[in-house]
């Protein structure tokens, strides 16, 4: 049975205040909860963070009073919603194991997408960002261990892989690099519309909790490595983000935002196994029907068109999580020296045939000069346990020296880079116990 939000009723604007009781719920159990569960609502933290951030960027250049009043009323319920939901952490939850939990979103999340995407250079672009986003939850996984002592599994349940992915020293392009080509709103189906902003909130969101979050730690090899990843983040966002149609109008992206609202609920309520979180999608379901209407309402009176045209007449499914270990390690196996081409095809290239004046070795030289802080992470805890800290399958843990020596750039190498031939050595210690 297909689903179209906009034959269904949900629940009025006005209707939406809720007390400050029922805004801030008691936390779930990090012990307890299911690994997907706390992914959905990391997700939908960032999901609502867009919402309540593009209704204010929208209102500052929007002249009509009436448009004003709406976006004023619904932004207030954004971020309860947003209220709500992130404040569902726990306070013993560190931030290093949230952190953890934000770079399985992006993996499992990523994955699911790719496999999902109708558009083919959508695809690839999300195959690009997912193996620098699965390094990172390497790098964290390192110093979850010698921080707090924790095995990664201990958040990730077991569903995602903690092996070395392409070097984050590697992800540090030139930011025009990184701008891709974007989709063409009259002909992109609805499905790659809502997949690009999903993950785009989901990036966003990440970025800005590693900006707030990275100074809680003393460490300085610590706090340089979220500084690291966080401007990874960066440039993440600004991929993304420049897939989408500039051309789209507000009406348009109101639209779209509020379609991918409901989208996300909907697929968290289908999926939820909690019943505490399972009841809070269900309720903000009804609520983005309600701002679906107001937004639909608009696009009608601003554009003169069924908002069909743009959403299609039923939801799409942008964030299942379920294990994604075959499809990672095989996207892993095969792109890891993979490269962004730098060209105005704004395509992709592999290390082989970078050019000696790519535009990207500029930036890595500047930033790893004095070492990179992901590949000091390497260093520290090989001192410590004699080898890196890897949690999958023994035959994938047994690649690390060749995907090191494939997915590493012989050029503009960070001095304190860990080689192939250490890592050679560490594979023939154990991995710790966890
Ligand atoms: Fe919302
Ligand atoms: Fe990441
Ligand atoms: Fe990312
Ligand atoms: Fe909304």
Redesign the pocket.
């Known amino acids: 049975m297909t689903f179209n939000p906009l034959k269904e009723k949900g629940v009025p604007l006005e209707k939406q205040l809720r007390s400050w009781h029922d805004i801030v719920k008691r936390p779930f159990d990090k012990h307890s909860v299911d690994c997907y569960s706390r992914t959905r609502q990391i997700l939908m933290n960032g999901i609502e963070v867009e919402a309540w951030n593009f209704k204010h960027n929208l209102a500052r250049i929007c002249p009509d009073r009436e448009v004003r009043n709406i976006l004023a009323m619904s932004r207030r319920i954004e971020d309860m919603h947003q209220t709500t939901v992130n404040w569902l952490t726990p306070a013993c939850q560190s931030v290093l194991e949230t952190t953890l939990g934000?770079?399985q979103v992006?993996v499992d999340l990523t994955s699911w997408l790719a496999q999902n995407e109708p558009d083919d250079y959508v695809r690839e672009t999300f195959n690009f960002g997912l193996l620098?986003?699965f390094d990172?939850l390497y790098r964290y996984s390192q110093w979850a261990y010698m921080i707090h002592g924790i095995s990664p599994d201990d958040i990730l349940q077991g569903m995602t892989d903690v092996v070395v992915g392409r070097p984050t020293q590697n992800h540090h392009n030139c930011n025009v690099a990184r701008l891709r080509k974007h989709y063409d709103k009259n002909t992109a189906a609805p499905q790659t519309k809502v997949n690009i902003l999903t993950l785009v909130s989901g990036e966003q969101q990440?970025h800005n909790y590693y900006a707030e979050h990275g100074m809680m730690y003393g460490n300085d090899d610590l706090r340089r490595m979220y500084g690291e990843?966080c401007d990874?983040?960066e440039e993440?966002v600004t991929m993304y983000e420049s897939l989408i149609d500039p051309t789209e109008s507000v009406w348009e992206k109101l639209l779209l935002h509020e379609f991918t609202e409901v989208c996300t609920y909907y697929n968290c309520y289908k999926d939820e196994i909690d019943e505490k979180l399972k009841a809070v999608w269900e309720e903000f379901l009804a609520h983005e029907i309600g701002h679906l209407h107001v937004a639909a309402e608009l696009f009608k009176t601003k554009e003169d068109r069924d908002p069909e045209e743009v959403i299609g007449s039923e939801v799409v499914l942008p964030c299942h999580f379920e294990a994604q270990k075959t499809y990672v390690t095989d996207i892993l196996l095969n792109e890891v020296d993979k490269r962004l081409d730098g060209s105005d095809d704004m395509g992709y290239t592999t290390i082989d045939k970078l050019p000696e004046d790519w535009a990207s070795y500029r930036i890595q030289r500047a930033v790893n000069a004095d070492g990179a802080p992901t590949e000091q992470a390497i260093r520290l805890i090989s001192t410590s346990i004699g080898r890196d800290l890897v949690v999958a399958d023994k035959k994938l843990i047994n690649k690390e020296p060749d995907l090191i020596k494939r997915g590493l750039q012989p050029e503009a190498q960070a001095p304190n880079t860990v080689t192939s031939d250490e890592y050679e050595m560490m594979s023939k210690v154990k991995p710790a116990e966890l």
Do not use: F, P, Q, S
Request: aromatic share 10%; net charge negative.
């Open positions: 934000y770079e992006a620098e986003d990172h990440t990843i990874v983040e993440h």
